[in-house]
C-alpha cells in the first residue's frame, strides 16, 4: 500500500516547503516500542551527561537560528523577527533544562519526627516516568516543543513527538540537531501526522505521560482518550487586560499593540479582551489606534514586516465570519477589519462586542483586540473571568490595592501587573485554570510532572 504523506505548505505564499510522511497507529506503536529502549538508555545516563547534550544543543540551536528561523517563517507564516526570537527563545529554553537537570533531586525524610518511625531513615528522590509522548501546536512550533523535549530528556526519560501537521520540518531538524549532540538512538521519535496520528500515541497503554498543547476541543477531550495515565495540557485563553485609570496609558497602550498583534493573534496569551475603565476609554483609544494602523503587515519573509500570516486561507475566513457576525449583534470596528490576504488580516480593534458574543467568549486566535469599557474593578474583574478559560491576565494599575485585588481575584495561571498577558518567562510554572489546561509547564515545573517521587526508607534499628 503506498504511504500517505502530508504537504507541508507556506501559509503566506501557498507553495510547498516540503512533505512529510502520515504516520499511522502502527508508526506510533513501533516508536513507542523503540523508546522504551531508549528510556533504558536514559534513566541511568548520569545528570551531567544529559546536561552536556542538552547545552550542546542549546548553543547548536543558536548556531542555526537564520536558517531554522527562515524554515519557521515558511511553516508557520510567523514574521521572521519572530521566528528568530523564537530560535534563541528555544535555545535558552535547552540551557534552562541543562541546569535544573543538574538540581533535580529530593530531600532526606526525618521518619523519626513521627511516633511509629523510630530507627528508621530515607530520603525521597525522583525517577523518570518512562517514555513521555508530546503534542505540539504550530503556532510557536520550536520553542514549545522545546519545552516538552528539553525538561523530559532532562529528567531522564525518552520521548515520542507528535508534532502540529502544518509545522513538522523544524521538528525535525531539532531531532537531528540533538542526535548531533549525543542523544542515543532511540531517546526521541518524531512521528509526523496529524491528530489521528496524536489520537494514538495519547491512547497508547506504554505512554505513561502525555503532554499536549493546542485547541481547548482536542485537549479537554483528552483525558478520556488517555485513559488511566497522567496528562498536562496547555490549551487556550482569551486573555484580559485591565486598564485603571491610574495607569501610564502611553505604556499599556504600547504592550498592548505587542500583546495583542504578535503571531497575528495567534497566541494563547495573546490580548483579546482590554477592559478600559469608562473615564480612560477614550484616552486609551487614542494612544492605541494610531499605533495599530502603523504596524506593518504583510510578507513574514520581509525584514521588516511587523504583522505576518494567519496559519492558513481557512483561519482567515474564520476570523472574516467571526468579524461580521460580532458586527451583526453591535460591535463596531475602530480600525482594520479587512482582509488583506489570502491567509492576512488586518490588525483590528472592535469596541462595543455583545459579552456573549464567540469573540468575547471564545478564543480568538485572530489579529484582533476588543475593547471593553467597565465602571469598577469588581465589574471589571467579573468580565475577566467570565470565559470558560483562566491562562493568563493583566492590569494596569498604580495602586496597589487594586493590583492586590486583581492577583487574587481574577482566575488565572498568571497575573501581570502593569504588564500585558503575553508576557511569559519560561522559567516561570505556566498553564491555566478552568479549561486553559491541566499542569504547569516551565523547565522546573515540567520536570517534576515527567517524573515519578520514590521513597527510599532504611530501618536502621
Ligand atoms: P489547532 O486548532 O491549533 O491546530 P489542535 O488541538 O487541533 O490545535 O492541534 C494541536 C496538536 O494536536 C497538533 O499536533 C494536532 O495534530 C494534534 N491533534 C489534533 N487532534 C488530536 C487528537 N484527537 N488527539 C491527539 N492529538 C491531536
Request: charged fraction near 25%; proline fraction near 5%.
Amino acid at each position: 500500500m503506498e504511504r500517505q504523506s502530508i504537504e507541508v505548505v507556506n501559509p503566506y505564499t501557498g507553495q510547498a516547503v516540503g512533505r512529510v510522511p502520515m504516520e499511522t497507529a502502527e508508526d506510533v506503536q513501533q516508536a513507542v516500542e523503540e523508546a522504551h529502549e531508549g528510556a533504558k538508555v536514559m534513566r541511568v545516563m548520569p545528570l551531567h551527561r544529559r546536561a552536556e547534550i542538552l547545552g550542546k544543543t542549546a548553543q547548536k540551536l543558536l548556531q542555526e537560528t537564520e536558517t531554522l528561523a527562515r524554515l519557521i517563517v515558511s511553516e508557520a507564516g510567523k514574521t521572521l523577527r519572530e521566528a528568530r526570537a523564537e530560535v534563541v527563545r528555544a535555545a535558552g529554553i535547552f540551557q534552562l533544562a541543562a541546569e535544573e537537570t543538574r538540581r533535580l533531586h529530593g530531600e532526606t525524610l526525618p521518619f523519626d519526627a513521627l511516633a511509629g518511625g523510630d530507627g528508621r531513615t530515607g530520603y525521597w528522590t525522583r525517577e523518570p516516568i518512562g517514555v513521555v509522548g508530546a503534542i505540539t501546536p504550530w503556532n510557536v512550533p520550536l520553542a514549545l516543543t522545546a519545552h516538552k523535549i528539553a525538561p523530559a530528556l532532562g529528567a531522564g526519560n525518552a520521548v515520542v513527538h507528535k508534532p502540529a501537521e502544518q509545522t513538522p520540518l523544524n521538528a525535525l531538524r531539532l531531532a537531528e540537531i540533538l542526535f548531533a549532540c549525543g542523544l542515543p538512538e532511540n531517546a526521541l521519535h518524531v512521528v509526523t501526522g496529524d491528530g489521528t496520528t496524536g489520537d494514538a500515541l495519547v491512547k497508547h497503554p506504554e505512554v505513561p505521560f502525555v503532554s499536549f498543547t493546542g485547541s481547548r476541543e482536542v485537549g479537554t477531550r483528552l483525558p478520556g482518550r488517555a485513559g488511566y495515565k497522567k496528562v498536562a495540557l496547555e490549551l487556550g485563553g482569551n486573555s484580559p487586560v485591565l486598564v485603571t485609570p491610574s495607569a501610564n496609558l502611553t505604556d499599556a497602550a504600547e504592550a498592548i499593540v505587542r500583546g495583542g498583534f504578535a503571531v497575528a493573534g495567534q497566541l494563547c496569551i495573546s490580548v483579546q479582551r482590554v477592559l478600559v475603565q469608562e473615564d480612560v476609554q477614550e484616552k486609551l483609544t487614542a494612544e492605541l489606534l494610531p499605533r495599530i494602523e502603523r504596524l506593518r503587515v504583510g510578507d513574514p519573509a520581509e525584514e521588516t514586516t511587523e504583522v505576518g500570516a494567519l496559519i492558513s486561507r481557512e483561519a482567515c475566513d474564520r476570523v472574516e465570519r467571526d468579524i461580521a457576525s460580532a458586527q451583526q449583534t453591535g460591535a463596531k470596528v475602530l480600525v482594520g477589519g479587512k482582509r488583506l490576504g489570502d491567509a492576512l488580516y488586518a490588525p483590528t480593534l472592535l469596541r462595543e462586542a455583545a459579552p456573549d458574543s464567540r469573540l468575547a467568549v471564545e478564543e480568538a486566535f485572530a489579529p484582533l483586540i476588543l475593547l471593553i469599557p467597565y465602571r469598577t474593578l469588581e465589574e471589571a474583574i467579573a468580565i475577566a473571568n467570565a470565559t470558560p478559560y483562566g491562562l493568563n491576565a493583566g492590569i494596569y494599575t498604580n495602586d496597589l490595592r487594586e493590583a492586590m485585588t486583581a492577583a487574587r481575584e481574577i482566575v488565572a495561571g498568571s497575573v501581570m501587573i502593569n504588564d500585558v498577558p503575553t508576557f511569559r518567562s519560561d522559567l516561570m510554572p505556566y498553564g491555566g485554570r478552568k479549561q486553559s489546561g491541566l499542569g504547569r509547564e516551565g523547565v522546573r515545573f515540567a520536570m517534576e510532572e515527567m517524573t515519578e517521587i520514590k521513597v527510599v526508607c532504611f530501618r536502621t534499628l
